[in-house]
């Protein structure tokens, strides 16, 4: 409104503009999103007020969600959200960056998955994902632990976060029967589907100059090497984890996994908006 006004104090009768098809919240979400990415930077009182403001109009956003779009750290957005947790609607899900609903009680929505995959074996992990508002990762994750006969919800997640109980069995986790145990666990070389060669993929990518001479591209580089291992390397490491170990390291792998399927969705996510812009 201000380069508006400005325009017709200086006499012109039209202006470029941008035109948006949406309503008043969403123009004012695209709005503060312009002002952070160009110009003067606006003030952390200004970006703060904002995303209180996103926050009332689209409670289901994540907080990572909305620091993308007013600047800030999802911490920050966290802290606002809990500050004004009594005058906002609460919503069971939250919309991440990558357009994808996760629920806000994960063990819930492990749960979710356990009934369904109980109550039909064959869906695909898109399916269960969609329909426990989960990720993808996680709905494979729960069908390994229960074909282990374990519970959806590991130790980590059990407690003050609403999931299950430290006794709670499969059967009792899933609401149906027990799941037994398959004949074969596929293990990390396993599966129909191995997918592309990631050492020769790994390799085409060190030829590009785009990312060999960067920081960042290196430390990609460096990263991706060390998932390159071969299955016999896995096999040989997993024997030689410590018992005493294990359960740390698995945690950890998971979230190095949870990590890369976060940044591989946000890769996806900018180049669906580049190719759309």
Avoid at 49 to 73: C, F, K, M, Q, Y
Avoid at 121 to 147: C, F, H, K, M, Y
Avoid at 168 to 196: L, N, Q, Y
Wanted: glycine letters at 10%; one cysteine or more.
């Amino acid at each position: 409104m201000h380069r508006v006004h400005a325009a017709y104090l200086r006499g012109q009768s039209t202006i470029e503009a941008v035109f948006c098809d949406c309503d008043e919240a969403e123009a004012f979400v695209l709005a503060v999103k312009a002002n952070v990415a160009h110009g003067l930077p606006l003030p952390r009182s200004d970006r703060n007020a904002a995303a209180e403001r996103i926050i009332n109009s689209h409670p289901e956003w994540s907080d990572r969600a909305i620091a993308s779009v007013t600047g800030l750290s999802h911490k920050t957005v966290g802290a606002i959200r809990r500050r004004a947790s009594g005058e906002i609607p609460h919503s069971p899900t939250r919309l991440g960056r990558d357009g994808r609903e996760r629920p806000v009680d994960a063990a819930e929505g492990r749960l979710q998955a356990g009934r369904i995959l109980s109550e039909r074996p064959g869906a695909s992990l898109r399916e269960v994902a969609r329909e426990a508002g989960v990720s993808a990762a996680t709905v494979r994750d729960v069908r390994d632990r229960l074909r282990r006969g374990e519970t959806p919800v590991g130790p980590a997640r059990r407690g003050g976060g609403g999931g299950a109980s430290a006794g709670v069995t499969v059967s009792e986790a899933a609401g149906t029967a027990p799941v037994p145990p398959p004949r074969e666990v596929a293990r990390i070389h396993g599966g129909s589907d191995p997918g592309p060669d990631l050492g020769e993929l790994v390799h085409s990518l060190r030829k590009d100059p785009s990312l060999r001479f960067s920081e960042s591209g290196r430390t990609l580089l460096r990263l991706l090497d060390a998932c390159t291992v071969g299955p016999q390397e896995w096999t040989r490491i997993s024997e030689n984890v410590p018992p005493h170990r294990v359960e740390s390291i698995v945690t950890a792998a998971r979230e190095c996994s949870r990590a890369w399927q976060d940044f591989a969705a946000e890769l996806e996510h900018r180049s669906g908006r580049q190719a759309s812009g």
